[in-house]
């Protein structure tokens, strides 16, 4: 007989409310909700979200498994999940408009959000390479169909192709890699609390010499490359700038942030959790990926007078600043990488929300000219962009600067300090173009003499957004209270 | 028995030549039979791995495999019915609309 | 006996590879995977993956290639591509990496050496039986097999979403 396995459904209690939701509403939107009325379906989707957001309240602080301990509920995961839960909020609620406006309002779209974040919360919980194989999927497949959404336009069709095709030849990568540590250590688990088989505990029995663990090194390799494609770390970041120019807004926006936090979120796990004892090996190859893509980020985005291609390049740098908390390796590393992750979440949300208000149906608005003179037309509406640049640069008092301090203080503490270094001079660099768009706003005359298409929906994204990252620039306590209370449990 | 380490050989020949057709060619369709190829290499390898050790894990894991290969083909080869109504084209590098 | 099988099987799997990818006409291409695909499923049968055989042989030959000559010749996309690339270091590239690759993946085989493995006892001859299989994945590994679900049915949406046609054209 199968004996079925204990099952704690507090660990996955967002995972379950978010499946179990999306497929309900994929019912109630087939037999109840009519053509022409699909944003009670995001209503209804942004109810599921908060409720994901509670069942997590009870359990905050505990650590526990379930499921063979191939999940991991921990304060590390537990605020990750809800940073993502308020970045798929924040998406549903800058689509409401944009899918009417465009035309392309399917009722399908807002179960697929769900879908896509729950595999960023499993993602963010999994501790065994299987299901983190499995969670990049999950995360993946809807993302690819949200990409090319907006099917009438042909270069969403594109975007979502060549996506989905670099997409599917990382995920052969990462299965050749899960074969090879299979090979090597009998067991896909990073590590388990019990002591029971993991690649964390066959590393602490082997003797390190490379030539007995090839199979291991070459493996570990293998996945590197899918996760830093997935976060579009240098040299795996050249789809970035097409996808997200190809997508729709909302859907770039939600990539940008959600699929690069949970991809982070796994590559610490990995790094952290299963290679602990590798530290020695991986830091200096990621050292120099970091600053690669810090480098090749920014000055990438010099260039662009598209601000769509401008804000995938300038995803790119970001990648480049969350990996230098990564590959510290400590708990102020993964402290800094949490507020990293919230501030970078809240900001570019927020940047994209802003070229989402000035897109009109069938044409984009996204060079630097349909800015132009922005403060004459919509006060507000530049105001708010002008908070997002300056977090993006890292200005101070907005969310950007407090979270850049502390990834470069946690670099400093980690040694890292040649990496700290490249990373302040990048975002010296990366102050030029952000700062560009503040003065195509307010010093240059408009343009376009058409308005800006504000809905309730939007200003109510668009203020929660700006609102968040001043106030929480200039009194980060809490937040920094909360992700210091969010550890990871490590091997040891 | 045939030792591991030629079927760990084969899988990489294989893996080396799906990488190779992605890299290589053009056609949308023959990049996604090279990924199969890549991914079937893969199995090969988790399976002649669970034959070493005398262990079921490697072949459920290939279950797996085959699960999230048959999604993503289905998904990519709807996409391309679908750009190709649009534009009768299957070759990824007439795709310009989009310039890199 | 056993290598001798293993052996054509091999040259069957890398011939088809090989031709799969060398072929300008995608039908052709299809036919060499399916030759490819077949020869894994009998390698899978000499590896004690009676059950894995199946599934290869049922989902991979059966469904996933019948899709793939489907889309073929619903496209008619099975001409020869122009000779024409885009990105001409792509190509020298790409093969002397593969190269390179390959060769290190043979370093390590003559490292690890190549010791034949001992017979298995007639227990372990039933790690790949249906039964063990599922005893495993409804136990140890319950938690992907229910995301695998949610996988597929996403997959399933998104065939539907992408390819429907507004009733409205604009």
Redesign the interface.
């Given at each position: 007989m199968?004996?079925?396995?204990q099952?704690d459904f507090s660990v996955?209690g967002a995972l379950t409310v978010l499946?179990v939701w999306?497929?309900a509403l994929?019912l109630i939107d087939a037999f109840f909700i009519a053509e022409g009325q699909k944003r009670v379906t995001g209503y209804l989707a942004l109810a599921g979200l908060a409720v994901a957001a509670l069942v997590g309240l009870p359990s905050w602080g505990q650590s526990s498994n379930t499921?063979?301990g191939?999940?991991q509920l921990d304060g590390f995961s537990q605020t990750l999940i809800w940073i993502f839960l308020l970045a798929a909020a924040i998406t549903i609620v800058i689509s409401l408009d944009y899918l009417p406006r465009h035309?392309i309002e399917?009722g399908?779209y807002y179960?697929?959000v769900l879908?896509a974040t729950?595999g960023m919360v499993?993602l963010a919980q999994s501790t065994n390479l299987?299901?983190m194989?499995?969670?990049i999927?999950?995360v993946s497949?809807?993302l690819?169909?949200l990409a090319?959404?907006a099917?009438?336009r042909?270069?969403s069709?594109?975007?979502?192709?060549?996506y989905?095709?670099l997409g599917?030849?990382a995920?052969?990568?990462f299965?050749?890699g899960?074969?090879?540590i299979?090979?090597q250590t009998?067991?896909?688990q990073l590590f388990s609390v019990d002591g029971s088989d993991s690649i964390a505990s066959y590393l602490d029995r082997a003797t390190l010499v490379a030539?007995n663990n090839?199979?291991l090194f070459?493996g570990s390799a293998l996945i590197l490359v899918t996760l830093g494609f997935k976060v579009a770390l240098v040299p795996f970041h050249?789809w970035t700038?097409?996808v997200y120019?190809?997508s729709p807004t909302p859907i770039a926006a939600f990539m940008s942030v959600g699929t690069k936090g949970a991809a982070f979120a796994a590559l610490l796990r990995f790094l952290v959790q299963a290679l602990p004892n590798l530290q020695a090996i991986w830091m200096p190859i990621l050292a120099i990926l970091a600053a690669l893509t810090m480098i090749v980020g920014n000055i990438g985005a010099l260039k662009q007078l598209n601000v769509k291609r401008m804000l995938a390049y300038s995803s790119v740098g970001h990648a480049g600043y969350i990996t230098l908390a990564v590959i510290t390796g400590t708990t102020l590393g993964t402290n800094a990488f949490l507020f990293y992750i919230l501030a970078y979440t809240l900001t570019n949300l927020g940047a994209f929300a802003v070229l989402i208000a000035l897109e009109k149906q069938g044409e984009s608005a996204w060079s630097l000219e349909d800015l132009s003179g922005l403060w004459q037309r919509q006060p507000l509406l530049a105001v708010a962009m002008a908070i997002f640049m300056l977090s993006l640069a890292g200005v101070p008092p907005t969310m950007g600067f407090v979270g850049k301090f502390y990834i470069f203080s946690a670099a400093w503490e980690g040694g890292l300090v040649w990496l700290a270094a490249i990373g302040v001079i990048t975002s010296a660099i990366s102050a030029f173009f952000y700062l560009r768009i503040i003065a195509r706003m307010f010093m240059y005359e408009p343009t376009r003499a058409e308005e800006a298409s504000l809905s309730r929906a939007l200003k109510v994204g668009l203020a929660v957004a700006a609102v968040a990252v001043l106030l929480l620039g200039l009194i980060p306590t809490p937040i920094i209270e909360l992700v210091n209370n969010s550890l990871l449990v490590a091997a040891r | 028995m045939v030792p591991t380490t030629y079927y760990v050989l084969l899988s990489a020949a294989l893996f080396v030549l799906g990488v190779l057709g992605v890299l290589l060619r053009r056609n949308a369709i023959v990049l996604f039979m090279s990924v199969e190829l890549m991914l079937n290499a893969a199995n090969l390898a988790l399976v002649a791995f669970a034959r070493e050790r005398a262990s079921t894990d490697g072949q459920v894991l290939v279950f797996f495999v085959i699960t999230v290969a048959a999604a993503e083909v289905a998904v990519g080869l709807a996409l391309l019915v679908a750009i190709f109504r649009s534009k009768r084209t299957t070759d990824v590098d007439e795709v310009h609309a989009l310039n890199g | 006996m056993e290598l001798a099988i293993f052996i054509i099987t091999a040259l069957i799997a890398l011939v088809g590879a090989g031709a799969m990818i060398m072929s300008r006409n995608a039908v052709h291409s299809a036919l060499f995977l399916l030759l490819n695909f077949a020869a894994i499923a009998i390698l899978y049968l000499l590896l004690r993956a009676p059950f894995l055989f199946a599934v290869q042989l049922i989902v991979y030959t059966g469904a996933i290639m019948v899709l793939f000559l489907f889309v073929v010749m619903l496209l008619g996309a099975e001409r020869a591509e122009d000779e024409r690339d885009a990105i001409a270091w792509q190509k020298p590239l790409a093969i002397g990496l593969s190269v390179i690759l390959f060769i290190e993946a043979l370093i390590v085989s003559f490292r690890n050496g190549f010791a034949a493995l001992p017979e298995l006892s007639a227990e372990a001859e039933q790690i790949g039986a249906p039964e063990t299989i599922g005893q495993v994945l409804f136990s140890k590994y319950l938690l992907p097999f229910e995301i695998t679900s949610i996988i597929l049915l996403v997959a399933i949406i998104g065939v539907i979403v992408l390819n429907q046609r507004r009733k409205t054209v604009s």
């Amino acid at each position: 007989m199968i004996q079925p396995p204990q099952i704690d459904f507090s660990v996955i209690g967002a995972l379950t409310v978010l499946c179990v939701w999306g497929i309900a509403l994929l019912l109630i939107d087939a037999f109840f909700i009519a053509e022409g009325q699909k944003r009670v379906t995001g209503y209804l989707a942004l109810a599921g979200l908060a409720v994901a957001a509670l069942v997590g309240l009870p359990s905050w602080g505990q650590s526990s498994n379930t499921f063979s301990g191939m999940v991991q509920l921990d304060g590390f995961s537990q605020t990750l999940i809800w940073i993502f839960l308020l970045a798929a909020a924040i998406t549903i609620v800058i689509s409401l408009d944009y899918l009417p406006r465009h035309d392309i309002e399917k009722g399908e779209y807002y179960p697929l959000v769900l879908f896509a974040t729950a595999g960023m919360v499993l993602l963010a919980q999994s501790t065994n390479l299987i299901v983190m194989f499995l969670a990049i999927e999950l995360v993946s497949i809807p993302l690819y169909i949200l990409a090319g959404f907006a099917y009438p336009r042909v270069t969403s069709e594109e975007a979502a192709m060549k996506y989905l095709l670099l997409g599917a030849f990382a995920s052969g990568f990462f299965v050749y890699g899960l074969a090879l540590i299979y090979g090597q250590t009998g067991t896909v688990q990073l590590f388990s609390v019990d002591g029971s088989d993991s690649i964390a505990s066959y590393l602490d029995r082997a003797t390190l010499v490379a030539e007995n663990n090839v199979f291991l090194f070459a493996g570990s390799a293998l996945i590197l490359v899918t996760l830093g494609f997935k976060v579009a770390l240098v040299p795996f970041h050249n789809w970035t700038p097409d996808v997200y120019e190809g997508s729709p807004t909302p859907i770039a926006a939600f990539m940008s942030v959600g699929t690069k936090g949970a991809a982070f979120a796994a590559l610490l796990r990995f790094l952290v959790q299963a290679l602990p004892n590798l530290q020695a090996i991986w830091m200096p190859i990621l050292a120099i990926l970091a600053a690669l893509t810090m480098i090749v980020g920014n000055i990438g985005a010099l260039k662009q007078l598209n601000v769509k291609r401008m804000l995938a390049y300038s995803s790119v740098g970001h990648a480049g600043y969350i990996t230098l908390a990564v590959i510290t390796g400590t708990t102020l590393g993964t402290n800094a990488f949490l507020f990293y992750i919230l501030a970078y979440t809240l900001t570019n949300l927020g940047a994209f929300a802003v070229l989402i208000a000035l897109e009109k149906q069938g044409e984009s608005a996204w060079s630097l000219e349909d800015l132009s003179g922005l403060w004459q037309r919509q006060p507000l509406l530049a105001v708010a962009m002008a908070i997002f640049m300056l977090s993006l640069a890292g200005v101070p008092p907005t969310m950007g600067f407090v979270g850049k301090f502390y990834i470069f203080s946690a670099a400093w503490e980690g040694g890292l300090v040649w990496l700290a270094a490249i990373g302040v001079i990048t975002s010296a660099i990366s102050a030029f173009f952000y700062l560009r768009i503040i003065a195509r706003m307010f010093m240059y005359e408009p343009t376009r003499a058409e308005e800006a298409s504000l809905s309730r929906a939007l200003k109510v994204g668009l203020a929660v957004a700006a609102v968040a990252v001043l106030l929480l620039g200039l009194i980060p306590t809490p937040i920094i209270e909360l992700v210091n209370n969010s550890l990871l449990v490590a091997a040891r | 028995m045939v030792p591991t380490t030629y079927y760990v050989l084969l899988s990489a020949a294989l893996f080396v030549l799906g990488v190779l057709g992605v890299l290589l060619r053009r056609n949308a369709i023959v990049l996604f039979m090279s990924v199969e190829l890549m991914l079937n290499a893969a199995n090969l390898a988790l399976v002649a791995f669970a034959r070493e050790r005398a262990s079921t894990d490697g072949q459920v894991l290939v279950f797996f495999v085959i699960t999230v290969a048959a999604a993503e083909v289905a998904v990519g080869l709807a996409l391309l019915v679908a750009i190709f109504r649009s534009k009768r084209t299957t070759d990824v590098d007439e795709v310009h609309a989009l310039n890199g | 006996m056993e290598l001798a099988i293993f052996i054509i099987t091999a040259l069957i799997a890398l011939v088809g590879a090989g031709a799969m990818i060398m072929s300008r006409n995608a039908v052709h291409s299809a036919l060499f995977l399916l030759l490819n695909f077949a020869a894994i499923a009998i390698l899978y049968l000499l590896l004690r993956a009676p059950f894995l055989f199946a599934v290869q042989l049922i989902v991979y030959t059966g469904a996933i290639m019948v899709l793939f000559l489907f889309v073929v010749m619903l496209l008619g996309a099975e001409r020869a591509e122009d000779e024409r690339d885009a990105i001409a270091w792509q190509k020298p590239l790409a093969i002397g990496l593969s190269v390179i690759l390959f060769i290190e993946a043979l370093i390590v085989s003559f490292r690890n050496g190549f010791a034949a493995l001992p017979e298995l006892s007639a227990e372990a001859e039933q790690i790949g039986a249906p039964e063990t299989i599922g005893q495993v994945l409804f136990s140890k590994y319950l938690l992907p097999f229910e995301i695998t679900s949610i996988i597929l049915l996403v997959a399933i949406i998104g065939v539907i979403v992408l390819n429907q046609r507004r009733k409205t054209v604009s």
